[in-house]
């Protein structure tokens, strides 16, 4: 007889065995190891076992970390490669991984354990670890008892459910789409986006141009088609994904019913949990005191963008009338209006741009400028991967290691849409080696394919984007500390995660950053200077309409955790109250079929419900923590400055979540955030 096949999730040796992780694996390596973290949870709570933390991490954390790193491969996987055999597996699998991790949460033992260690004897990073933990605890249902506590575990199991669903359907809705257009139909289209659109009808076997609603088709479809019908054709089916208002044969991907049913869900466990509304819960654990103080921040920050986005809708009227002929712009003209209103403004195309960021050169740049600033190599390794596509790397520091990352790029079909990064395994001075585990983090876009063997062309915003998401990796990679729950991101207050993030961005609009990482395409010339000014002077085009954008949406979630839609039906109104939201804030109303919170990820399915307005509350942070490159670029003639950048990496990223954001915020700057830099930032001062 042979011997079985060793199981692929349940080999922790190093890095996850993703070219052998198998839908047949997933049901018995989760068997397994919520056995062992089920038996180590009994352990830690016997009466005889001590509360302390290295013993209870030795036991207990140990066998929870192996179930996270195993599920969170799969969940991975889910994201990255769906199939519907993994969908299956993982569907099965997600209730039983939901109740153990609900159970650890809410143990009445654990906690009581936790309540008697003595603080004194932790070290700083274990004090911070130990205080999240207990707030963990109450907010995990550990002081609910009896029905209160059964039906705690019920809501979380059925959310768990229910966020799934969300996010399938987004996909499903989104992958099921096609459009084939003429030659006719594609006028004005760029070349490469046509080219691509055209392979793709031909692998079918059909005439014209494939077009779907993944971002890097749709949008520059919807920025540089002359053709209107076909605009609107897309915009429609864009934005009735996953809904009522879908095209017949894509309605069974509605997500009105979920988003229902989630939202009555988090309203139960906030009243279990003692609290209003779950606005209440999602803030205890964040920067920002109340769900009053984020609605009047952003409703003060709406008040000040508003006049700039009044005169950008006014800009766009006249050079619509004027220049293009039309009287009365619809939903699915404006990103062709403003790209058009930008060429002529500023006499360049988003498009002339794109053809000097080929992702090859912006990668060298980028990893030049964080080996510069973070005093950091990064050097390309191997690695088991998903996708023949997925690169990984090595971070060293003098000769060692730092951390690795996987970088996945490419759009394709089965990954859902967006940017994120997430992580593989923490920074951790392991309990049962003593050995320091180093972090890994995966790295995801959506970016369009080269075509005709040239490599992949992206546009600015692509750019900004990946910058993001490293900013995100830095914050994990580059950690310092050695306990596993407040190292890099973890415990990081989640208002506050975005500072590194949104930090990164600010990089891509500096000529000594962007002349180094650009070579066009065909002639492998730089970015000229005379393009980077005329980019630049366009930088806060339409900024007014688009900090209404974000408001929009961070209004709208915040209200709806609060409970402010009408109820119909006893059922929450999500569309209603985004109704009453664009009302009160926006400039731009779209039409009545749009249906934008029926695919709205991040607060359905992405972990940011009445958490949305983040982006904006650490574009604070993360315009001020910046400023203090430019303040030193006034000496030295660049933002990139090791001595500024060693500043920033030990204040902030290597502190990671051991001290609260403002702490290591004061630390960077010396004092707390101001405003000002962010306005300035979005030519919206004074």
């Known amino acids: 007889m042979t011997a079985p096949t060793p199981n692929p999730l349940l080999d922790f040796q190093d890095l996850p065995l993703f070219d052998a992780i198998t839908p047949a694996a997933i049901g018995p390596a989760m068997d397994v190891l919520l056995a062992q973290a089920s038996e180590a949870l009994e352990a830690v709570t016997a009466p005889s076992f001590p509360a302390e933390w290295l013993a209870m991490s030795n036991t207990l954390d140990t066998s929870t970390e192996r179930l996270g790193r195993a599920w969170g491969a799969v969940n991975h996987l889910n994201s990255v490669a769906d199939t519907p055999e993994l969908r299956a597996a993982y569907n099965e699998?997600?209730?039983?991984?939901?109740?153990?991790?609900?159970?650890?949460?809410?143990?009445?033992?654990?906690?009581?354990?936790?309540?008697?260690?003595?603080?004194?004897?932790?070290?700083?990073?274990?004090?911070?670890a130990h205080t999240n933990a207990l707030r963990g605890f109450v907010l995990g249902g550990a002081e609910l008892q009896g029905e209160a506590k059964a039906r705690f575990a019920e809501l979380q199991e059925r959310q768990a459910e229910l966020t799934q669903k969300?996010?399938?359907?987004?996909?499903?809705?989104?992958?099921?789409?096609?459009?084939?257009?003429?030659?006719?139909?594609?006028?004005?289209?760029?070349?490469?986006?046509?080219?691509?659109?055209?392979?793709?009808a031909e692998a079918e076997g059909k005439a014209g141009h494939k077009l779907t609603l993944k971002m890097p088709c749709y949008l520059p479809v919807m920025q540089f088609a002359h053709d209107a019908g076909l605009r609107e054709r897309l915009y429609r089916a864009h934005t009735t994904r996953a809904s009522d208002q879908a095209a017949p044969e894509y309605r069974q991907?509605?997500?009105?019913?979920t988003m229902q049913a989630l939202l009555e869900l988090r309203r139960?466990?906030?009243?279990?949990?003692?609290?209003?509304?779950?606005?209440?819960?999602?803030?205890?654990?964040?920067?920002?005191?109340?769900?009053?103080?984020?609605?009047?921040f952003?409703?003060?920050?709406?008040?000040?963008?508003?006049?700039?986005?009044?005169?950008?809708?006014?800009d766009m009227r006249a050079f619509a009338a004027a220049e293009l002929g039309m009287d009365d712009p619809q939903a699915w003209d404006w990103s062709y209006i403003a790209e058009k209103l930008k060429e002529t403004r500023f006499a360049f195309s988003e498009q002339e741009v794109k053809t000097y960021f080929t992702a090859p050169k912006v990668l060298q740049g980028l990893f030049g400028i964080i080996e510069t600033l973070f005093e950091v190599s990064i050097r390309p390794d191997t690695a088991p991967t998903w996708h023949p596509s997925v690169q990984f790397f090595k971070l060293e520091r003098a000769g060692t290691l730092v951390g690795q990352f996987y970088l996945d790029l490419a759009a394709r079909n089965g990954k859902r849409g967006g940017a994120w990064m997430d992580d593989v395994r923490a920074r951790w001075l392991r309990p049962d080696t003593g050995q320091l585990q180093t972090p890994v983090a995966h790295l995801v876009c959506n970016f369009a394919e080269g075509v005709d063997g040239k490599p992949a062309l992206l546009t600015h915003d692509d750019v900004i984007t990946l910058f993001h998401e490293f900013g995100h990796g830095l914050h994990h990679l580059l950690t310092q500390v050695n306990e596993r729950d407040v190292s890099g991101i973890s415990g990081v207050e989640w208002d506050a995660v975005e500072l590194p993030s949104q930090f990164m961005e600010n990089f891509c609009w500096e000529w000594d950053v962007l002349k180094h990482m650009t070579a066009h395409v065909d002639t492998g010339l730089p970015l000229p200077r005379p393009l980077y000014e005329k980019m630049l002077a366009a930088k806060n085009f339409q900024s007014g309409l688009q900090t209404l954008r974000q408001v929009e949406f961070s209004l709208f979630d915040m209200l709806l955790h609060l409970d402010q839609a009408p109820l119909v039906d006893g059922k929450p109104d999500v569309m209603a109250l985004l109704q009453q939201v664009r009302q009160e804030v926006s400039v731009l109303q779209p039409p009545a079929y749009n249906r934008t919170p029926n695919t709205f990820g991040h607060i359905f399915s992405g972990g940011y419900a009445a958490g949305y307005y983040s982006y904006k509350w650490a574009e604070v942070l993360s315009a001020d923590a910046y400023a203090a490159f430019e303040e030193a670029a006034a000496t030295t003639g660049t933002t990139v400055n090791p001595d500024t950048g060693r500043h920033y990496r030990q204040t902030i990223l290597e502190a990671g979540g051991s001290r609260p954001a403002m702490a290591s915020f004061k630390a960077f700057r010396g004092r707390e955030p101001s405003p000002d830099a962010l306005l300035r930032h979005q030519g919206m001062a004074g």
């Open 93 to 128: 699998a997600l209730p039983r991984v939901t109740e153990f991790w609900t159970r650890l949460g809410a143990d009445e033992r654990l906690y009581a354990k936790y309540k008697a260690m003595d603080v004194d004897s932790l070290t700083p990073e274990q004090r911070q």
């Open 166 to 200: 969300f996010s399938e359907n987004s996909l499903d809705a989104t992958d099921a789409f096609a459009l084939y257009a003429t030659d006719e139909e594609m006028a004005g289209v760029p070349d490469d986006i046509r080219a691509t659109a055209r392979q793709a």
């Open 253 to 257: 991907f509605d997500n009105t019913a």
């Open 268 to 296: 139960e466990e906030a009243q279990l949990l003692g609290y209003p509304h779950f606005a209440h819960v999602s803030l205890v654990p964040k920067m920002a005191e109340s769900p009053e103080q984020v609605v009047g």
């Open 298 to 314: 952003l409703r003060e920050l709406a008040q000040k963008a508003r006049p700039y986005a009044e005169q950008d809708l006014a």
